[in-house]
């Protein structure tokens, strides 16, 4: 290894963008250990930022080479222009938060001859994908049937030609709050009550929809559900290092595996400062910068990337996205309201159905929904509405008022009328259409740039059909209709741009497997939209997001299988101290092991095994809050200064005969400590679990935990933990099981020396419910009887339980 090789910066994972496929994985991977560094080249937008002013709005575009580091990418290609996004969120910052998933049947693609081949991936390998992040991210649907959000006439509009024409139309779920929590009732402008692990951005207000319209120019009120409120915000508190205004160049395998990856900073304070190439190394790289980024780096790289499927650049498409205009609405002669701007962007879709649907003839599948914009847009679109006529008409009047001899002196009625009646913009909706459009499009390089070759031609019967029916439901809302203007040459404006680098079932057919691992590249996966094999046909934002849950599931697979193997053919040796060596509570001192970053839980199985013991481990998170300069725990919980404070730890039981029998219960506990009165995460030391010990009294028992560590001062920390499990009724379980009562004392103090130590600071940290169901997923044994061992813990568990819960039968 060179010099430069050693002091390269390392980690185990890489995520390159912060949208739908890197946010995920940069989450998954940091909530299972790994160190992990996540690069987006945009900037964070926290609520308040996104631009509005025009002077803001002309920088708001990403062009480094020009000095622009704002958030709106533009591309513009032969037959299409297309819009993506720049900034730490990734598309979340401007889509129109629908999250739609794929119905089930579209898993195909059309064959030549007129029949369909499956994806690599079906509805059913996402299905619990979709659930997990359904749940991160929690959508919910417009509530329409409660006032105000009834007074919605654009929703109104399209269930009426839905219903008149026959077709399906249904309320989709939306990433937006229009409650300030789950189970809450919605209202406009509500506090957003925190999810647990904070928010990227700090103490920064979210607050529920106000039914603006701003949602595709990024939400300044934070009530859109992007990925930097969820996904991101959770990231960084699990540990990722989340980096902004680092874009990535180049990326290359390194000898022995893993990846090199070239990078930039930009200075978006200083345009002026030359920016240096760079270089971090990685074990695993996951590429998530979006169709264009991730395609455009694999091509740059391919010359590093021998072997590397001709596949890439192909199987490009738009989703079949189509915009269209209902002009001047008309109900009996009269204005039919439309109003556009209030609301969300979307409330409605309708489903065209599709032929593998079991609709023999219908064609591909696809949707039409109800589109919005800012209010400000009225004054843009009104303007061209007859604005210079009723000018002429204004000024006209107001000379000859002069000539006469009492002139009238109220400019009410002749303001109104110059103003207008707004009856275009009132009356005027934006139709969005997408669907499963032809993916023939190639991806490729013209000196030095990214080119595309795609056409409307082979997908004319979708857009056709698209066009068709929403001239249909023109005529039903007694409105004209209008194509987008670039239609007249058959180009399209796409915001959902797919494929690029696709998934196949062998380097034949695709870049990547089905897991997004890319072929004849152990560790270099692609996360985002460019794994598509084919268009999504509804919004593709969920489809990518559960695709990416799913490569991060198979990555961890593959990573605790590697650490096995090693572990196996690298066994720990030495042997084991003696019981109770200068440590609390009697057990092992285990201190010179300390978990590789990125470890997954289990214990050392390689040494229980060849003592003939059985070991158990199990790993728990729990999070709450700590007040420094507080000594009682429940005053450190509620003061108006705590903070966060979580840990995450793997306790281990090295014999678990040994640690059923021993009155005290005890086991190692390693991991880590995050509170920023520490320092932030911080490794544990040494660390001691007593399970279930004695209190004194027989209807009472204690969990117990004695963390030592250090802050980042370097100064000896100890962290005393107690679950207090007292006698009372069986609802009390949870809560006393779930409970930590904690303090932080000075030094590293054993538990005799709890008495006279400095109490640093007190709090109280919980388990969540979703943190519990995952704990129990972690139980490991090792050595011989290990599926004995583990129903021997349990037993013993639930026999404690009850002897403090259960009633008196004497």
């Not at 900034?87 to 119905?103: D, E, F, Q």
């Not at 934006?430 to 990214?450: E, F, I, N």
């Not at 069986?730 to 809560?735: C, E, M, V």
């Amino acid at each position: 290894m060179t010099k430069q090789e050693q002091n390269m910066e390392q980690v185990d994972a890489l995520v390159v963008g912060s949208g739908f496929g890197g946010s995920v994985a940069a989450y998954r991977l940091a909530e299972a250990g790994h160190s992990v560094v996540l690069m987006e080249r945009g900037q964070p937008f926290p609520p308040g930022s996104f631009p509005r002013s025009p002077a803001e709005m002309g920088r708001a575009f990403w062009d480094p080479d020009a000095g622009l580091y704002g958030m709106y990418d533009v591309w513009s290609f032969r037959g299409y222009d297309s819009v993506v996004s720049s900034g730490l969120g990734g598309g979340s910052l401007i889509y129109a938060n629908v999250m739609l998933r794929k119905p089930e049947r579209w898993f195909v693609n059309e064959t030549p001859d007129g029949g369909y081949e499956p994806w690599p991936i079906t509805y059913d390998d996402l299905d619990p994908h979709y659930e997990a992040v359904e749940a991160m991210i929690e959508p919910s649907r417009y509530p329409l049937g409660r006032a105000p959000y009834d007074n919605t006439p654009k929703a109104h509009a399209m269930q009426d030609a839905a219903a008149e024409l026959g077709l399906d139309c249904d309320l989709p779920p939306l990433a937006v709050s229009f409650a300030p929590e789950r189970g809450a009732a919605p209202g406009l402008s509500l506090p957003i009550v925190d999810p647990g692990y904070g928010n990227y951005h700090g103490s920064q207000l979210r607050r529920t929809c106000r039914l603006c319209g701003e949602c595709d120019i990024g939400c300044n009120d934070g009530a859109k559900n992007s990925l930097d409120h969820n996904y991101l915000s959770a990231a960084k508190y699990h540990g990722a290092d989340i980096r902004t205004s680092h874009e990535v160049k180049e990326i290359r395998p390194r000898d022995g595996g893993g990846y090199e990856v070239d990078y930039v900073h930009h200075d978006v304070d200083d345009r002026l400062i030359k920016r240096r190439l760079k270089t971090i190394a990685c074990k695993r790289l996951v590429l998530g910068g979006g169709v264009y980024g991730t395609t455009l780096l694999l091509l740059r790289s391919r010359k590093n990337l021998p072997g590397i499927s001709k596949a890439l650049g192909t199987r490009y498409c738009g989703n079949g996205d189509l915009l269209t205009f209902l002009l001047k609405a008309k109900d009996r002669n009269r204005v039919r309201p439309m109003d556009a701007s209030k609301g969300p962007v979307i409330t409605s879709a309708i489903r065209l159905p599709d032929d593998v649907d079991g609709f023999p003839g219908a064609g591909r599948g696809a949707y039409i929904q109800d589109g919005g914009y800012p209010e400000f847009v009225n004054w843009m679109v009104h303007s061209f509405d007859g604005t210079i006529e009723r000018a002429l008409k204004f000024v006209m009047g107001r000379v000859l008022e002069l000539f006469k001899w009492a002139p009238d002196t109220s400019l009410s009625r002749e303001l109104s009328e110059l103003i207008g009646d707004g009856a275009l913009t009132m009356s005027s909706l934006p139709l969005l259409g997408m669907g499963r459009d032809t993916a023939d499009g190639v991806l490729r390089l013209k000196d030095g740039r990214l080119d595309a070759r795609w056409t409307t031609e082979t997908s004319e019967l979708h857009f056709e059909r698209l066009r068709k029916t929403m001239q249909s439901i023109a005529h039903v809302l007694g409105a004209d209709y209008a194509d987008n203007p670039m239609w007249f040459r058959k180009r399209i404006i796409t915001m959902h741009p797919l494929g690029g680098a696709p998934m196949g079932a062998t380097p034949d057919e695709g870049v990547c497997d089905a897991f997004g691992e890319v072929f004849g590249f152990p560790g270099l996966y692609i996360a985002d939209g460019a794994a598509m094999p084919g268009p999504v046909g509804p919004n593709p934002s969920l489809t990518i997001a559960a695709m990416s849950d799913r490569m991060s599931t198979r990555l961890l697979e593959k990573a605790a299988a590697e650490k096995k193997h090693t572990e196996r053919t690298h066994p720990v040796t030495g042997a084991e101290p003696a019981a109770g060596t200068g440590s609390p509570g009697g057990v092992e001192d285990d201190s010179a092991y300390v978990p590789e970053s990125g470890e997954l839980a289990g214990p050392r199985g390689a040494a229980a095994t060849e003592s003939g013991r059985t070991s158990l481990s199990f790993t728990e998170e729990m999070k709450g809050f700590i007040t420094f300069g507080v000594t009682e725990p429940r005053a450190g919980e509620l003061s108006e200064g705590r903070e966060r404070m979580a840990f995450r730890l793997t306790i281990t039981a090295e014999d678990v005969a040994r640690f059923l029998a021993e009155p005290e219960h005890s086991a190692r506990a390693e991991g880590w400590i995050d509170a920023a009165g520490c320092g932030g995460r911080r490794p544990v030391q040494r660390g001691w679990f007593n399970l279930f010990a004695s209190a004194g009294a027989e209807d009472r028992r204690l969990m117990k935990y004695r963390l030592y560590f250090t802050d980042e001062q370097g100064r000896p920390r100890t962290l005393a933990g107690e679950k207090n499990v007292l006698h009372g009724p069986p609802t009390r379980i949870w809560p006393d099981t779930s409970t930590l009562y904690v303090r932080v004392l000075e030094g590293h103090v054993d538990e005799d020396g709890d008495a006279g130590a400095v109490v640093a600071g007190a709090g109280v940290l919980h388990i969540q419910l979703t943190d519990f169901a995952r704990q129990l997923t972690t139980f490991r044994t090792a050595g011989p009887g290990g599926p004995g061992s583990l129903i021997r813990f349990g037993r013993f568990f639930a026999g404690e339980l009850w002897e403090v819960y259960g009633p008196d039968l004497t």
